[in-house]
């Protein structure tokens, strides 16, 4: 699924996830790549999916190999849908909303109560370079601009 662009406005903010579960529903790359800059946070994360990469099981953190259902997302802070399956990613967005759970749609800013800005992190800094949504790969290229400025002049 390619970003379309949206006229959402998403507020930039660190949000306190300790102590709060978060789940990614999905087993592929786009999941694997989610779980590796959320485990940067020590993140709380569990993965469902019908089908687990063994880069994910690699982790060595929780899985859930098994198809999705609305009752899986109880009692999760948020979660990653990165499905790759429009249909089955707007029955999660629903089914989050209706649990109270923050959704984020892989790819698919339109379909998200929020998004993920572009992340380095070293120690206590994180720095975050967004787009509303709008041009992910722009944000990454300002991101790893900022980061190798930063690692030039041995800032961090």
Partial sequence: ???????????????????HKILIIGGGES??????????????????????????????IKYYQKRYQKEDIVGYL?????????ELDKQILEDGKQAGVLVNIHDMPVLCQFVSPAIY????????????????FKSIKIRDTIKEFITEQNLL
């Fill in 1 to 19: 699924m390619k970003s379309k662009a949206v006229n959402k406005n998403f507020l930039p903010i660190s949000l306190d996830i300790s102590g």
């Fill in 31 to 60: 999941a694997f790549k989610k779980l590796n800059i959320l485990q940067t946070f020590d993140a709380n994360v569990e993965v469902l999916a019908k089908e687990v990469s063994d880069k994910i099981k690699a982790t060595g």
């Fill in 78 to 86: 948020m979660l990653y849908s990165c499905t790759n399956n429009q």
């Fill in 121 to 136: 992190k070293k120690g206590n800094i994180t720095i975050a370079v967004g787009s509303n949504g709008h041009d992910v």
